[in-house]
């Protein structure tokens, strides 16, 4: 018999007829374990009870048992096959209870006919036999009550009459051990069955709780196909049926956003989590809903699952998504609104529109947010304010609209009419606050009544009739224009006309006049020396008790003052202070100018990043006032060696910007050109420059990129020429470089092994190589300690490729301490083998590393944990290290010498060489650089220099050693004068570990 598990019965109409089909399809699921046993217990028996029964009545017997079970297997695979209707079961119940039935009678009949042939042991036996049977069939038949005792009854009630028929003691005992057998297997049947029944009765209200449950329940297997689904999740995924979909991958119906999401939730369940995620689906007919599913791991058949309540939150989504969208046309709308708003909350500024920031006079948001915003109340009004404040967070009503005085961000005051209301801002109460700018209005207000009670004042008045020909003028009117009343009276305001306004202003003006009575604004008027200059012109009708215009007033102030105020915050806000150049912001306008021309004309242009060479220097020895004197004299060479046409900009610090424009179509051209300008720029800032009555000589390194495609970026712009520039700090300053793809490449490389470095010092991939250090008879004094790293894929990276990356990027210091603590650790496994405990090791010291504030302690720790003498650590300084803060430097090394730890000066005569620092320093040697040791055989001035150090380092009681040593030659020149100590190829190569 091959899978016995029957499809899930259709659901009935009612709970009760759910219930009884269950119990029906378990009957039928039980059915062929039953017939299995009914066909291998006969057959056991048959073997067994042959030579005790009569051959003929066995024979029948155990036909009429095969035959029922092969019927009954038939009606089981009908059974199965028909998947019957709720209303066609009851047909098959009675089929089952009969099939029971004449199974019972089946096994019944053999004890009945053939008891009388047997003896008391075979009938005992046969009596054990049938109640095993009978015992299966209590568990199997189960499901079905009636049939079962029926079964038992038939199989039981004719061997037990048989047997108390026989009239011995056996046999009646027999028999009533049958029927004690018969009424305990009754009893556990129904039991049993009661279980069975309880247990589906669970299972089929889990089922409909399941079915009718709004939000969706699904399983996914541990291979992410959908297993089960009810119908509340099949609606969500608009499928009709759950065979449409089960066993498809659940990543079908999920949005492709949200794929790599769920997956990673499938995995993370399956190991043990509960999670919750919100993703949208797909449904099969093309609607997307958003879902919000809770999952958790539950076992099944032995395998772990997803088990997900999946909630249709699309509407809520949908609703943020229309709050969203209010909320930002409503912020957009009150962002220009024309009246200043502001909202604050506990006395500070959450929010301005840009009303606001125009009202105030300040350059964006930023410079309120956080601020307080009595600053920008007028001192007179702030108890007036605060209790305002107080009405409207205590008792939440909005206070009427009153006239206040503000300031604005440059001190000065202004009149506004102010109104505060109580909202709720981000959650929390807060007042909102909107300001109108009444200052003109005053001012116009205040015009009128001095126009009404002094004629005379500082503004310019004329006074015109309805034909617009001036009756009177005032005295300022005098003072501003130059036309007495004399030459003003009897012409129109055409006297002051300058020009640069056309009709159509004119007609505009008139027009408001007609509209509001009253037109103000800004206007270039002409003096009478014919100087143009900016005036406030305000002019009001005057009307009679009909509402015809009699006259005009119009009142001119001068505004040249604030017109040169404004020039100047401009700039300010576009120019440099110190040298008067454009700053970056100009720079970066004037760039995206020049490159939308470039698209228009197809001419490239050029960017020229320009950084004096050690300008740091300067500043450190100098001072900063020099560095700015320097800074004005190269902006003035710059300006000078340009076109008019061409930008030069300072962006800050020493470092300028030359934007070429209009250069050639061709490409080659243009180069030459930019290439001749470069050059031009270099010798000009070669020139020596006097800076308080001192000679000062600067150099410069450019780099260059030229544009002409709209499609670069400005950032892409300005990046590539500071790589360029770059590359010429590389090629030994004072030079010119252009941009290219190698450069890029070299820029993009060098990020990469940054990477690479910091992932190589977290997973410590670096090597110590030790190279021996001998005297002139060969003995080995001590080592130096060599930084080495093996590139899991790239193989050795050169020291000289990553440690000045390490410098610039910081990581020397984890480094260096990190090479630190490796070398102490070595020094106290030497001390333990006898031939190894004299020798000295030297540390490379980087001038970062040495500066770093805790230095002392680091090489002090490092000492103490790895035991080693502190009398044979050596460190090794450059003389770089020695430009800055000698006095800090001398008092490490003190510290440091004090507990026996040891210095030496490396690449002596190679930086900043002087004898004053040697005779200050605590050093015990100075190393002879390589560089002169090379060529020492053959170029007298490196000879020369290594004699030199030899006999000052004898001078000064410091030993001497020269590193690298190629050649038996140079060991031998070396030793000849005297030096104790020699490094390099030729003595030993380094190696890792112990390795002398």
């Known amino acids: ?95 089952y209870l009969i099939g029971t039935a004449v199974a019972g009678a089946a096994w019944s009949v053999g004890p009945t006919l053939m008891i009388q042939e047997a003896a008391r042991i075979e009938s005992a036996l046969f009596v054990g036999t049938l109640f095993s049977v009978c015992a299966v069939a209590v568990s199997a038949q189960a499901a079905q009550q009636t049939a079962m005792q029926t079964f038992l009854v038939i199989a039981l009630v004719p061997p037990a009459v048989a047997f108390w028929r026989t009239g011995g003691d056996v046999e009646r005992t027999l028999a009533l051990l049958l029927v004690a057998g018969l009424l305990s297997l009754i009893i556990v049947g129904r039991r049993s069955h009661q279980a069975t029944r309880a247990l589906i009765e669970t299972e089929s209200r889990m089922h409909t709780i399941i079915e009718t ?74 609607t997307r809903r958003w879902l919000d599913t809770h999952a958790v791991p539950m076992q099944d058949h032995g395998q772990t699952v997803l088990l997900a309540v999946t909630r249709d939150i699309t509407e809520r989504k949908q609703a943020q998504t229309a709050l969203r969208t209010s909320e930002e046309r409503y912020r957009t709308l009150v962002d220009w609104m024309p009246n200043a708003i502001t909202v604050h909350r506990d006395g500070k500024i959450v929010y301005v529109n840009q009303a606001a920031v125009t009202l105030f006079g300040a350059q964006s948001k930023q410079d309120f947010l956080g601020q307080p915003f009595l600053d920008r109340v007028h001192p007179d009004f702030h108890q007036f304010t605060l209790a305002r404040m107080r009405m409207v967070t205590e008792h939440t009503v909005a206070v009427p609209m009153l006239e206040a005085k503000y300031l604005k961000q440059d001190g000065t005051v202004i009149d506004v009419e102010v109104q505060s209301t109580p909202i709720v801002y981000d959650g929390k109460p807060a007042i909102h606050t909107v300001a109108r700018d009444i200052t003109e209005r005053r001012l116009a207000e205040q015009y009128q009544r001095i126009a009404a009670i002094a004629f005379e004042s500082q503004e310019g008045i004329f006074i015109t009739d309805a034909a617009k020909v001036i009756v009177r003028v005032n005295q300022a009117f005098t003072d501003i224009t130059g036309y007495t009343a004399v030459e003003a009276v009897g012409q129109t305001p055409s006297l002051l006309n300058s020009g640069r306004h056309d009709a159509a202003f004119f007609a505009a003006m008139m027009e408001g006049i007609q509209r509001n009575g009253t037109w103000q604004g800004e206007i270039w008027n002409r003096r009478k020396n014919g100087e143009v200059h900016p005036e406030w012109l305000m002019i009001s009708a005057v009307k009679d008790d009909d509402g015809e215009i009699t006259n005009y007033v119009a009142t001119l102030t001068d505004i040249t003052q604030r017109k040169r105020a404004e020039a100047e915050i401009n700039q300010l806000a576009f120019y440099d202070q110190l040298t008067g150049l454009p700053n970056r912001r100009l720079l970066i306008d004037r760039l995206r100018q020049a490159l939308a021309t470039r698209a228009r004309h197809q001419r490239h242009g050029a960017l020229l990043f320009i950084d004096l060479d050690n300008f740091k220097a300067l500043n450190d020895t100098l001072g900063h006032d020099m560095g700015d004197i320097l800074l004005h004299q190269v902006a003035q060479r710059l300006v000078t060696g340009v076109r008019a ?25 243009a180069a030459a050109q930019t290439e001749t300008v470069g050059e031009k720029i270099l010798a000009a800032l070669n020139q020596t420059y006097l800076i308080s009555a001192r000679e000062h000589h600067s150099t410069a390194s450019i780099g260059i990129t030229l544009f002409r495609e709209h499609t670069e970026s400005v950032d892409e712009l300005m990046k590539r020429a500071d790589t360029a520039m770059y590359q010429a700090k590389a090629a030994g300053r004072n030079t010119l470089r252009f941009f290219d793809h190698d450069m890029q490449v070299a820029v993009t490389t060098r990020a990469a092994l940054e990477v690479d470095l910091r992932r190589a010092i977290k997973e410590q991939q670096f090597l110590i190589y030790y190279q021996a250090q001998l005297d002139s008879r060969g003995r080995v004094l001590g080592a130096e300690a060599l930084l080495r790293w093996p590139h899991p894929e790239r193989g050795l990276v050169s020291p000289a490729e990553f440690i000045p990356l390490a410098e610039d990027t910081g990581l020397i210091l984890p480094l260096g301490q990190w090479v630190l603590k490796t070398a102490c650790e070595r020094l106290a496994l030497w001390a333990a083998r006898p031939e190894l405990a004299d020798l000295s090791l030297a540390v490379n010291v980087s001038a970062r590393q040495f500066h770093h504030r805790d230095f002392v302690e680091q090489v002090l720790a490092a000492l103490a944990r790895s035991g080693a003498n502190p009398q044979r650590l050596k460190l090794e300084l450059t003389e770089s290290l020695l430009v800055h803060d000698m006095d800090d430097i001398i008092v490490k090394m003190t510290v440091l010498k004090e507990k026996g730890v040891g210095f030496s000066l490396d690449d002596f005569g190679t930086g900043y060489s002087s004898l004053s620092y040697l005779k200050r320093l605590p050093l015990d040697q100075l190393k002879i650089d390589q560089s002169f040791v090379r060529d020492i055989l053959t170029d007298p001035d490196d000879a020369a220099i290594a004699r030199m150090i030899i006999v000052l380092g004898e001078s000064l009681g410091l030993t001497v050693i020269a590193e690298g040593v190629e050649s038996e030659a140079q060991r031998d020149f070396l030793a000849a004068p005297g030096v104790p100590g020699v490094s390099g190829l030729s003595v030993q190569p380094p190696a890792a570990g112990q390795g002398l």
């Open 1 to 95: 018999m091959s899978d016995s598990r029957l499809h899930t019965p259709p659901v009935a109409a009612q709970p009760e007829q759910a219930v009884d089909a269950r119990l029906l399809y378990l009957a039928y699921e039980r059915l062929p374990l039953s017939l299995l046993i009914a066909l291998v217990m006969p057959l056991i028996f048959f073997g067994l009870m042959w030579p005790f029964f009569p051959p003929a009545q066995m024979t029948a017997w155990l036909i009429a048992i095969l035959t029922g079970v092969a019927a009954r297997y038939v009606q089981w695979a009908a059974f199965r096959q028909a998947a019957p209707a709720p209303d066609a079961l009851a047909r098959w119940r009675k089929l």
């Open 213 to 286: 449950e709004p939000e969706c329940i699904m399983i996914v297997d541990a291979q992410g196909c959908l297993i089960q689904m009810n119908p509340a999740g099949l609606a969500m995924i608009e499928a009709d049926s759950l065979e449409q979909v089960v066993g498809q991958p659940i990543l079908d119906f999920i949005a492709p956003d949200y794929r790599a999401g769920f997956a990673d939730l499938h995995q993370r369940v399956l190991a043990g989590e509960s999670l919750q995620m919100e993703y949208e689906v797909l449904g099969l007919k093309g």
């Open 645 to 669: 046409c061409d930008t030069v900009a300072r962006l800050g610090g020493d470092e300028f910007v030359v934007m070429l424009d209009d250069l050639s179509e061709n490409a080659q051209d």
